[in-house]
């Protein structure tokens, strides 16, 4: 019932190549779902969803805003989380002989 591919021709041995190669790809996507259900079944019978426990947060979450690191003294309301260019009252701050840690929050 195999198949002789010492008998078959170079068309066809290329078509089996593509055959072969679309049934991997299709094998590999539907083995993957497969595990994530499982994963997700088995997860779900301790009370938890696969996300909580990969620590990821779920598709279409909204990505957690970075706490403010730093305040400024004159206007409590204007803050820095300290990642990205320095806002211009850190600049003017420091002229002033200010130290970093000093806007601290």
Request: without cysteine; glycine residues 8%.
């Amino acid at each position: 019932m195999g198949i002789n591919v010492g008998q078959m021709s170079r068309k066809d041995l290329l078509a089996l190549r593509s055959d072969v190669e679309k049934a991997l790809v299709s094998a590999e996507k539907r083995e993957r779902k497969e595990a994530l259900q499982a994963a997700e079944k088995a997860a779900a019978e301790f009370g938890f969803s696969l996300s909580e426990l990969s620590g990821e947060a779920p598709r279409g979450a909204k990505p957690t805003k970075t706490k403010a690191k730093y305040r400024n003294p004159a206007n409590p309301e204007q803050t820095w989380t300290g990642r990205g260019r320095k806002p211009q009252w850190v600049h003017d701050a420091l002229k002033a002989g200010a130290d970093i840690s000093d806007l601290e929050i």
